[in-house]
């Protein structure tokens, strides 16, 4: 499945200064150049690697890469076949989530829910046209990718993500859609955006989203929308297989407890 590991962003990120920006330090933006590089590889690179996926020229992209090194924020593989992102990298993972307010109120909700239900529970932040995993309870069922912190999913074809562009003008939501790359994740997956519009204003008028077999074959999602003054920063998924639940059972049970966590959630903040 083409970018399940990361969704695409729709905006594209700029590592060169705006025009009378004299604050923007370029030599930080190009080691941020140099760790983006392995957004989307399955394999350790080597510097000339990193230096293309960067747009780096070699030799700037070689002192990068080894103060990097240096600092352990890149690494050697095992066989030495090449860089891979260092271990220290993690503790600033542990910063952004220890210290995000959303997800110190959504942890003990979550734990709650997940007692209650027994099904898969995700925390997302919401970023545009994407939503980025910050905390996530599992199942039995689940893959490797699924059980990872910082997995990033289309906002369009989620439940979560249906959820939290509900709470944006149909304009805005239009806007985020014509952005995003609409990508066929299974048969069912709509990608017209027409279509998609309808489905982000049902889970308005619902107060949640539900979709069956879009984004993974064989899943059952309900997503619910945490919103600051209005505005979404992150949602409630609740995800079950279709071999275990029909649509409108997990609807039914499971509906009215994500709405509720939301509501607990959102008057923590």
Same mark, same amino acid.
């Given at each position: 499945?083409?970018?399940?590991?990361?969704?695409?962003?729709?905006?594209?990120?700029?590592?060169?200064?705006?025009?009378?920006?004299?604050?923007? #330090?370029?030599?930080?933006?190009?080691?941020?150049?140099?760790?983006?590089?392995?957004?989307? #590889?399955?394999?350790?690179?080597?510097?000339?690697?990193?230096?293309? *996926?960067?747009?780096?020229? +070699? /030799?700037?992209?070689?002192?990068? #890469?080894?103060?990097?090194?240096?600092?352990?924020?890149? @690494?050697?593989?095992?066989?030495?076949?090449?860089?891979?992102?260092?271990? +220290?990298?993690?503790?600033?993972?542990?910063?952004?989530?220890?210290?995000?307010?959303?997800?110190?109120?959504?942890?003990?909700?979550?734990? $709650?829910? =997940?007692?209650?239900?027994? %099904? =898969?529970?995700? *925390? /997302?932040?919401?970023?545009?046209?994407?939503?980025?995993?910050?905390? @996530?309870?599992?199942?039995?069922? $689940?893959?490797?990718?699924?059980? *990872?912190?910082?997995? /990033?999913?289309?906002?369009? !074809?989620?439940?979560?993500?249906?959820?939290?562009?509900?709470?944006?003008?149909?304009?805005?939501?239009?806007?985020?859609? %014509?952005? /995003?790359?609409?990508?066929?994740?299974?048969?069912?997956?709509?990608?017209?955006?027409?279509?998609?519009?309808?489905?982000?204003? @049902?889970?308005?008028?619902?107060?949640?989203? *539900?979709? #069956?077999?879009?984004?993974?074959?064989? $899943?059952?999602?309900?997503?619910?929308?945490?919103?600051?003054?209005?505005?979404?920063?992150?949602?409630?998924?609740?995800?079950?297989?279709?071999?275990?639940?029909?649509?409108?059972?997990?609807?039914?049970?499971? !509906?009215?407890?994500?709405?509720?966590?939301? =509501?607990?959630?959102?008057?923590?903040?």
């Amino acid at each position: 499945m083409k970018s399940i590991v990361r969704a695409t962003p729709g905006k594209e990120l700029k590592f060169e200064a705006d025009e009378g920006d004299a604050l923007f #330090v370029r030599s930080a933006a190009r080691s941020m150049q140099v760790l983006a590089a392995f957004h989307g #590889v399955s394999q350790p690179l080597s510097l000339g690697d990193i230096a293309r *996926l960067s747009g780096l020229d +070699r /030799s700037a992209a070689q002192r990068i #890469v080894h103060t990097l090194s240096k600092l352990d924020y890149l @690494r050697r593989s095992s066989d030495d076949r090449g860089y891979l992102p260092g271990i +220290r990298l993690l503790d600033h993972t542990l910063d952004v989530l220890r210290l995000d307010p959303l997800v110190q109120k959504a942890t003990p909700v979550l734990l $709650e829910l =997940r007692r209650t239900l027994r %099904e =898969r529970i995700d *925390l /997302s932040l919401f970023d545009d046209t994407r939503l980025i995993y910050a905390f @996530r309870i599992q199942s039995k069922r $689940e893959t490797f990718y699924a059980t *990872l912190v910082g997995h /990033s999913v289309p906002a369009y !074809a989620t439940a979560g993500g249906r959820a939290a562009l509900s709470l944006l003008s149909d304009g805005a939501v239009r806007e985020v859609l %014509e952005r /995003s790359e609409l990508l066929q994740y299974t048969s069912d997956t709509r990608t017209d955006v027409d279509d998609i519009l309808v489905q982000v204003q @049902r889970a308005r008028s619902k107060g949640y989203a *539900l979709i #069956v077999d879009e984004f993974l074959r064989g $899943e059952v999602a309900i997503g619910t929308a945490i919103a600051r003054d209005g505005v979404p920063i992150g949602a409630i998924h609740v995800a079950g297989s279709l071999s275990e639940w029909s649509p409108d059972e997990f609807e039914q049970q499971v !509906a009215p407890l994500a709405m509720e966590a939301a =509501r607990a959630i959102m008057a923590s903040l």
